[in-house]
């Protein structure tokens, strides 16, 4: 059977549900949809960690927001973050797994009132192929999955990121405490969100 092909007026007729976040948000990373996928990537030690907890807290308003912490797990340095940005303001909506594997993950988000929002940190030590976290994105249309990357010399490690990377509506690299939009939504491409003020004034060259 083939596949539906749109004509030019049904694409035009077409509605989305963005996030409707304010000017600190948009101003970097536009309207995006609300089932976007993410893919979010920066060095060690450049704010990304911070940038993805304060994420979390906005997208919280949103929607119910699970956060797959692979990488970190609830250590000392993931409980201080959640310290931090104060997730205990969002604590009805904010949920976190250590140790869910591929086929857990799906059957929490196939149960009904699941997270609506999906961090994964990191795609690398969660140690998915490139086809897994596509037919993860397929089998739940409606979510918006946030994938987190490690970095090796600038660029996402691993192919499978690589690949991913190109799928994201959202592309968000963390340098120096700024994150910056390299997707489809951002109106104001040199703009950033401000990760840490203190921090970025600190690795500027105006710091000796």
Not at 138 to 144: A, T, W
Not at 147 to 156: A, R, T
Not at 163 to 185: D, E, N, P, S, T
Request: charged share 25%; glycine share 8%; aromatic share 14%.
């Amino acid at each position: 059977m083939a596949k539906r092909a749109y004509s030019p007026k049904e694409v035009l007729a077409k509605t989305y549900k963005t996030l409707p976040w304010g000017v600190r948000w948009s101003r970097p990373f536009g309207f995006p949809t609300t089932n976007e996928a993410w893919f979010i990537s920066g060095a060690s030690a450049s704010g990304k960690s911070s940038f993805v907890m304060q994420l979390a807290k906005e997208l919280c308003n949103y929607g119910m927001t699970l956060y797959c912490s692979y990488e970190e797990g609830v250590s000392q340095s993931f409980k201080e973050r959640v310290e931090r940005f104060k997730m205990g303001d969002v604590q009805g909506r904010f949920r976190v797994a250590t140790s869910d594997s591929y086929d857990e993950l799906i059957e929490r988000l196939a149960k009904p009132k699941s997270p609506h929002f999906v961090i994964v940190d990191s795609f690398q030590v969660a140690g998915w192929s490139y086809d897994q976290a596509k037919q993860l994105i397929d089998r739940f249309p409606s979510k918006s999955f946030i994938f987190i990357s490690q970095e090796h010399k600038g660029q996402p490690m691993g192919k499978a990121a690589v690949r991913l990377r190109y799928i994201a509506g959202l592309k968000v690299r963390v340098v120096g405490y700024k994150a910056f939009c390299q997707g489809r939504f951002t109106e104001d491409p040199g703009s950033y969100y401000v990760v840490w003020e203190e921090g970025i004034l600190r690795t500027s060259n105006n710091i000796g």
